[in-house]
């Protein structure tokens, strides 16, 4: 081939993997709206650790540095819990400063329903775990705080950054399926934090 001829060859196999990608992403979305799983009690330690094993080619090539605190045990749908996982951790690996390993730290807390801002229903005391994913990324605008988790919605250019702005959108509908929240917070070149509330059950 031609040098012209291998960059146009170039382009149809990055456009195909990229398809791919997004097709995968969609094929998620639509199962997390069916949710045909069942309720387990899963262990986040053993979880964590297969989503970092599931992206350690993405994690050695950046240089990524991932702490991970001793997790609880979450009342769940093991499947949906795991892409949840891969997606926030995949895209702190995505949206890191160029020059700089990412450095990411997962923790947990008890807290309570105090801490949340959710609309048209008062604060009751209601008992949360809420596990936070901290990474010290490019950040974002805290404006943009509950765009960012529609789907298709995207903070920079595919130019800048590889996404394709469903993966997100994925982390708010399985919060949404486990009767949870998730919050952002971030800062330009700051890093970003995603903390997902979990309902401890009352029984």
Do not use: C
Not at 8 to 24: F, K, N
Not at 116 to 123: E, G, Q
């Amino acid at each position: 081939l031609t040098e012209e001829g291998k960059m146009i060859v170039g382009r149809i196999d990055y456009s195909a993997r990229r398809m791919q990608g997004l097709i995968e992403d969609l094929m998620n979305f639509t199962n997390l709206v069916r949710n045909g799983e069942e309720l387990e009690d899963v262990n986040a330690d053993e979880l964590l650790n297969e989503v970092t094993q599931a992206l350690q080619e993405k994690i050695e090539e950046k240089s990524a540095v991932i702490h991970i605190g001793q997790m609880p045990v979450i009342t769940g749908y093991r499947q949906q819990l795991f892409v949840m996982f891969k997606s926030l951790l995949d895209n702190s690996l995505k949206f890191s400063k160029q020059g700089v390993a990412p450095v990411v730290t997962i923790q947990w807390v008890k807290t309570t329903d105090e801490e949340l801002d959710i609309p048209d229903k008062a604060p009751g005391r209601r008992e949360y775990i809420r596990i936070s994913v901290r990474d010290n990324g490019i950040g974002f605008n805290d404006e943009f705080s509950q765009k960012m988790f529609l789907i298709f919605q995207r903070l920079h250019s595919g130019n800048e950054f590889e996404g394709k702005g469903v993966g997100l959108a994925i982390v708010e509908r399985v919060m949404t399926n486990h009767n949870g929240y998730v919050r952002a917070a971030g800062q330009l070149n700051q890093g970003a934090e995603f903390n997902l509330y979990f309902p401890v059950s009352e029984n």
